[in-house]
């Protein structure tokens, strides 16, 4: 998690941008944004396990729909909860789940670790497709979005389009930097050991199943949050929420962004919401341009849309340092492999 | 065979916990496969000729994953590719075969062309895409292939619309047996299951008995070495692909006259086929076979005895035995 | 990209040139249009074209185009524009499609959808806002017209509960005894089939197993097998679209079809006849619409859309062709006024639509009053064999307009 300078401008700007558009943009566009940015805290958190614990979840939305039934159970129709209790719930719910998930799967590898958390996220997906009680298939509606309030002081109101657009904005900046936080630990270069060479790390000592396990916790807590995000802005959750298409979805969202990057992902989710905004007016076929749009991206860009955004940054390096000489920017590190300077 | 016998007790003593019930004496007095299946026996007033019926079924239906899970293995086990458009070719099979019917109404002619095009579809994908991809991360081709499914998919809506159709049985085989006063089983549906026998039965030999199985067997074993030992080369790969793609298409066309054609009907099969080719074990033709058998019979009863929990048990049979075994039934330890 | 200004939908009807915000291809020809007269009124549609229920997402635009063509293409004095969204079945896309249409697309009406949990996504959104309009061409949801009814919420299909009732009450009627209702397990399926088992333990009779099969799967062997072993008088049952197909040909190839008697809502036999063919001859079922009506618009539809698309009509069919109706009779009342919506939620609530299903209106809670009809598949097409129920209202259970 070494950033660059130009990397870190460029993040910036990536931030002030967001900050300033709900000034520019129009209402469904800044709500589109919302969306995609908690589609980007999602894709966060899952390539956490793909991109540097080296473990492909094909299971992720489980976290990311549990959170919003628990969002859902704990709101009453009369009246909003709390912020400070419905995110405890949650975040407690969806750590729990990760915790007894993860647990078993951490066992596994490889494509073996895909489909096993596919299964268990298929279990909870069936319990809530059947609970009829929980409006099986069809979903149920979340009445209230919880109240911000220290004391009788009101902090927030999420009711509010453009204080909820600053509160997602700022959750995604947080996880961004408690993420990058937690890979610049000891913890961070542990897990990344593991992706390199699990055998190895053991052979230090450590005991690399447990620090799997919590990565996953991690992960599923934050895919948690995210959840908790979506369900409190779109006021409404269904099983497919947790269904295989939502894990599936975020996935493509990861590697299409560039793993091992954390704004990659983000980069992706926004890449995906646009292209499918804008194809959608072009044409009734919009799926056969997204098709070809996800396989231009792997053929052509290696290491998917953050690769572009090293190449930008490596291009700008040249602006930070006209000289070319004297250190070498980190921004190499992200160079594309196999590409020829 | 020891591994075999290990296999079953293990499974028995899997079941006891999740079912466990005094009435269900009836597994100690049925041979091994049967017990599992069969714990919920005394349960239910399920008469033996209905249960025998409904092991039929099962099987059946583990016939046609095996047909679908076993090109995806194949594929995965020599390759290293997660091929997630494997549902598409299903798909694309059986919409070849509902417009050859058109063309020459007669359903042996169409599959046998609808076979050729498969191969050929197989081959220019594996050419002009997926052999870019080869020294690649896999997520690449996970990414690559699923871009694959969103064009597979506008394309059938371009090409075919979003009507669905039937195929269909050819007059020789459109009679049935009568099983009983009720209930009749078509004869196509035996026929399904018999040319599935026939594939599974042509991949043993295939798979046992010639170099394209060694270097199978091999890659199912240990993909580096044998990509090490130079087996890799272009046209390897090019055909177990296009081999791949032409057994999905072909349990979509076989299974076309009874499943009907219609749009998205790939992706039901397909994560079902993953499923079937874990449990079995990824790159092995047997476990996908042992695998399929599994999934056709716990879903078949599954649906009959538990329908709260039809839906998962799938899933919960995935889970139990990743959890016994991580590499699947007849998978190598990583 | 798009990047239009924000507007509200008032402005955006009067200046046309605030249509710059749509996309080249689609703007076009409206701002041409646009050039001298008022902007066209838009309808969004959210309807699905991909997946099991694509043939209903096509038939009921294909017919609700047809029926605005034949009023000249104008709605109150205004042309016409369309916005469709493939909805993909998706319910966690529907809340963002549906913004999509009213935010960015700054829809009039809202068409859609046919899946009843997406329906609900997008009543709970729209059901909140006074503008647009959302007309439901076909999603039964119970609660559609129920808690969730609002002054801008209409359906012109039915409620799920409507065509299954009439198929309990025919089934303890014509002398059964037992049964076994097998359907999907999501919401249009549970709640026709409590519907039909209401009606049909009224009427004397006794459900002996209720199963339901995870939506959308198809595989039904296992499930035939047991009703054969079970062997009730009847079974009554509830599928759709390619699933409808699949099931009827399973239940005639295990050769049950002439040993139990099949029964349920229509939708069963409805647009599948193609596809199901001798497996859905006999077929009886009650639904609110069957081919050989005998009224003039019923002929006058069929012949129109089987010339218009080269398919015969089905209920579906008809469902848009109505919505159409709806629309048109609505904006002539208002002069094309969209943005009075006041207005013309009066107009449609008082709409006599001449249908080919006969003539229907609103129930208070803004869902059909109509007749149920007895139907049976011959050769193909659903033909006519009586009135199940006169002028039946669903009970709209929960709105607050009742």
Redesign the interface.
Known sequence: MTHSKPLVFLLLLGVFGLAAFPFAGSEFYTELAVRLMILGIFAMSLDLLIGYTGLVSFGHAAFFGLAGYVLAIITPESAPVSIWFALLACLAASALAALAIGWICVRTSGVYFIMITLAFAQMLYYFFNENTALGSSDGIFIYHKPTVNIGSFQLLDLDNAHTFYYFTLASLVLVYLLLSTFLKAPFGRVIRGIKANEARTMALGFNTRRYKLVSFIISGTLAGFAGFLEATFSGFVSPAHLGWHESGLILMTVILGGIGTLYGPVLGAFAMGLMEDSFQDMTDHWLLLMGVFVIAVVLFLPNGIAGLGARGAKLLSGVFRPSGGGTNPPAAKNKIPGEEP | MRKRVYFFTVRAGLRLPAFRDKRSLAPALLPGPLCSLSSGYFLLP??F??FL??VL??V??GFMLFLVASGLTLI?GIMGI?NLAHGAFYMIGAYLVYWLMGITDNLFVSITAAIAIMLVIGLAIERF?IS??YH?DH??Q???T??????F???Q??LW??????VRVPEILSG?V?L?E?????H??LFISFMCMLVAAGMYFVIGRTKLGMIIRAGASNREMTRALGINIGWNFALVFSLGAALAGFAGMIGAP???V????GN?IL?IS??VI?IGG?GSVKGAFVGAMLIGLA???G??LF??????IV??L??FV??WR???LF?KP? | MSNMSDNSRRRFIKGAGALAGLTAVSSFVPVRFAIGATAPVKIGILLPYSGTYAMLGNSITDAMKLRIAQAGDKLGGRAVEYIAIDSEMSVPKAPTNTNKLIKKNNVDFIVGPVHSGIAAAMAKIIGKRKTPIMIVPNAGSNAVTGPLCAPNIFRTSFSNWQPAYPGGELMAKEGHKTAVTISWKYGAGIQMMAAGKEAFEKGGGKVVREILIPFPKVNFQAHLAEIASLKPDAVFSFFSGGGAAKFLKDYAAAGLKDKITLYGPGFLTEGVAKAAGAAAEGIKTTLHYADTLDNAANKAFRAAYKKATGKAANVFAVQGYDTGSLLIQALDAVKGDAGATADLIKAMEVAVIDSPRGSWKMSKAHNPIQDIYVRQVENGEQKLLGVAAKQLEDPAKGCKMV
């Open positions: 399920m008469d000729t209905t019926i409904q079924n099962g059946q239906y995965f997660i895409a870019f991809l690649r997520l690449h996970v990414l690559l699923y871009g694959l499914i969103l064009i998919n506008e394309m809506k371009i619309g979003s009507d669905f159709y039937s049935s009568r009983t009720t209930l009749v089983y078509p196509y549906r009874v499943s009907s219609y749009p998205g009907m039901q994560i993953f499923v874990v990824i879903d078949t009863f649906q009959v329908p709260e929990f039809a839906a998962m899933y919960l995935m889970a990743l959890m991580p590499q699947g998978g990583a």
